[in-house]
């Protein structure tokens, strides 16, 4: 690989060449070289320069978006071949949507790193659109993702486990006391708290009110799962939402369920990778995933 891409893009991402020098180990006239050399080869200024601050110019923005991608894929090349004699460790690189990435992951990664300490994990917890969109990019090593899952030839998608979503409400919401079974059209009426477009959350929330033939009056959003149960426990509203998020809740009388025909809404959560070959690191995670008996003990404890 051309050592000038590597510099690049790490002055690039630390706009600066002296943080650039010292993360390289190297002076900062070497790093002033190298860009040079690269903008010679390109026929194009790549950075913008100033006593302050270094800035990709229009130019320089393109030649980053390859270059980021050359360097990401060099070195899983080198991973890739040291796995052939080294046991599982070094890089891996993993995406989950927020319901996973939050409630199940952690568990998981725990017992993963109990067997492989030599593991590194980076975690990127994003909503499903933009995890998808970093897999594709090969941004990621893998992605766990909920809900539909767009089709891509150069993706394998496995299917990992169902998640079951429930009606959450505060304790003392009034539809909790009603003798007769809540109707959709009552639920309606209700303040739906939902998540921003492109979760998959808000996904399953939207297929609920299609399949039941309703229109929320009032919807409030929030682009985390947290702070809607903040807002339902207080009495803003209920709220579609995985039984992996509200399980503590649940047990310990913050939350509680409202009972309607046709939940709990059951959908899908499938791992995503984008890689003809696979580190022993990614292998290792892989299987952990697919072995366990029961994927949603793992949310359970701790």
Do not use: C
């Not at 590597?6 to 991402?13: D, H, W």
């Amino acid at each position: 690989m051309d050592q000038s891409l590597l510099v690049f893009v790490t002055a690039a991402e630390r706009r600066n060449f002296s943080r650039a020098a010292e993360d390289l180990h190297m002076t900062q006239p070497a790093v002033s070289q190298y860009i040079r050399a690269l903008e010679d080869t390109m026929g194009a200024r790549l950075l913008e320069r100033t006593n302050k601050y270094v800035r990709l110019t229009k130019a320089g923005e393109i030649v980053y978006d390859h270059a980021k991608d050359i360097v990401g894929l060099y070195g899983r090349m080198h991973r890739l071949v040291d796995d052939l004699s080294n046991e599982a460790g070094g890089p891996l690189s993993i995406g989950a949507s927020y319901t996973f990435g939050e409630y199940v992951l952690p568990h998981i990664l725990a017992r993963l790193l109990a067997d492989y300490p030599r593991i590194q994990p980076d975690v990127t917890i994003g909503n499903t659109a933009e995890i998808a969109d970093l897999i594709v990019a090969q941004q990621l090593d893998a992605g766990i993702v909920e809900g539909r899952f767009k089709e891509n030839r150069q993706l394998a998608v496995l299917p990992l486990a169902e998640d079951h979503m429930v009606l959450a409400a505060s304790p003392g919401h009034p539809l909790l006391d009603s003798a007769q079974p809540v109707s959709w059209e009552s639920l309606a009426e209700q303040t739906w708290i939902m998540r921003e477009r492109g979760s998959g959350t808000r996904e399953a929330a939207e297929t609920v009110f299609s399949d039941k033939s309703i229109t929320p009056d009032r919807t409030i959003q929030f682009s985390s799962t947290q702070p809607i149960k903040e807002a339902v426990g207080a009495g803003l509203g209920i709220s579609l939402l995985s039984e992996w998020a509200v399980q503590k809740e649940l047990a310990h009388g913050d939350l509680a369920v409202i009972q309607a025909p046709g939940l709990p809404h059951i959908r899908q959560f499938s791992v995503v990778t984008n890689s003809t070959y696979r580190t022993k690191a990614l292998q290792v995670f892989l299987d952990l995933l697919q072995s366990a008996d029961d994927l949603t003990s793992f949310g359970q404890r701790g």
